[in-house]
Nanobody, 124 residues
Framework: QVQLVESGGGLVQAGGSLRLTCVAS????????MGWFRQAPGKERELLTAISRSGESTYYADSVKGRFTMSRDNAKNTVYLQMNRVKPEDTAVYYCAANRYSGSSFYTRRYDYWGQGTQVTVSS
C-alpha cells in the first residue's frame, strides 16, 4: 500500500530554518510528481510547491517563492522542503502529496496520495 511519511516539523523562531522530509513507499516514485501543501487552522489547504517526476520542473506559490526550496532524491524515494526565513504565518500542518501527471501544468492536477502531515509552528 502507498505510504507518504512526513517528518522534520517542529517549533522554530521567526527568521529561522527548517527542513521537512517525505519518504514514499508502495508506488513507482519516478512516475509521480510530488507536492507540498499546508493547512492552517480555519484556512483552506494551500499548494506551496511541486516538483516534476524528474525534478527538472518546479512550481512555487508566491507566498513561499524565494524562501522555500523543494527537491527530490529519486534514489531514496524522498522529497524535501527546505524552509528558510520562516514567518509566523508559515505556522500550519504541512503535507506531502503525489500525483501521476506530467506536462507543464502537472502541479495543478489532482493529487492521488497524501501523507499524514507534520506540524510546523513559527514563534515570533
Amino acid at each position: 500500500q502507498v505510504q507518504l511519511v512526513e517528518s522534520g516539523g517542529g517549533l522554530v523562531q521567526a527568521g529561522g530554518s527548517l527542513r521537512l522530509t517525505c519518504v514514499a513507499s508502495g508506488l513507482p516514485f519516478t512516475s509521480y510528481a510530488m507536492g507540498w501543501f499546508r493547512q492552517a487552522p480555519g484556512k483552506e489547504r494551500e499548494l506551496l510547491t511541486a516538483i516534476s517526476r524528474s525534478g527538472e520542473s518546479t512550481y512555487y506559490a508566491d507566498s513561499v517563492k524565494g524562501r522555500f526550496t523543494m527537491s527530490r532524491d529519486n534514489a531514496k524515494n524522498t522529497v524535501y522542503l527546505q524552509m528558510n526565513r520562516v514567518k509566523p504565518e508559515d505556522t500550519a500542518v504541512y503535507y506531502c502529496a503525489a500525483n501521476r501527471y506530467s506536462g507543464s501544468s502537472f502541479y495543478t492536477r489532482r493529487y492521488d496520495y497524501w501523507g499524514q502531515g507534520t506540524q510546523v509552528t513559527v514563534s515570533s
